[in-house]
């Protein structure tokens, strides 16, 4: 299936997916972090997020961080997992998954920046 840089690509897929990988953990130790030490009940839904940064600032910035990184905005370190990802994607001659992949990229991020914008917002009265 793989082509004449068989380890080489083999090697970047690896890359991509601890990079992927580190990212996710991250965002499993916010969330521990946001259950163990909040006085506020555990996040169970997208909704328990809003107004985080009134409350608890720190795990407000970890968590945009860590979503912005997992959707793949550029200089983040999820948008070189997922262009190293792409590179082999390419080098494999597998233009309509690059398409997939791409037009999916786009859903995720604004799906991630919708929810770094509920947790960086102040509202005044949340349910």
């Known amino acids: 299936m793989l082509g004449d840089g068989?380890?080489?690509?083999?090697?970047?897929?690896?890359?991509?997916?601890?990079i992927y990988s580190i990212?996710?953990?991250g965002l499993f130790i916010v969330?521990?972090?946001?259950?163990?030490?909040?006085?506020?009940?555990?996040?169970?839904?997208?909704a328990?997020?809003?107004?985080?940064?009134t409350t608890n600032p720190i795990s407000a910035f970890m968590l945009?961080?860590?979503?912005?990184?997992?959707?793949?905005?550029?200089?983040f370190i999820g948008f070189f997992g997922?262009?190293?990802?792409f590179n082999v994607i390419l080098d494999e001659d597998m233009d309509i998954t690059s398409y997939i992949m791409m037009l999916l990229t786009v859903f995720n991020l604004y799906y991630y920046l919708?929810?770094?914008k509920l947790i960086n917002t102040k509202f005044k009265?949340?349910?």
Not at 48 to 53: G, S
Not at 82 to 85: D, E, M, N, Y
């Open 6 to 18: 068989d380890v080489y690509d083999i090697v970047q897929m690896y890359i991509g997916l601890i």
């Open 23 to 25: 990212i996710i953990l």
């Open 31 to 46: 969330f521990v972090n946001m259950t163990l030490w909040s006085s506020n009940q555990t996040p169970e839904n997208v």
């Open 48 to 53: 328990c997020l809003a107004n985080l940064v």
């Open 64 to 75: 945009s961080f860590l979503l912005f990184s997992l959707g793949s905005l550029p200089f």
């Open 82 to 85: 997922k262009l190293v990802i």
């Open 114 to 116: 919708r929810m770094i």
């Open 125 to 127: 009265n949340v349910v």
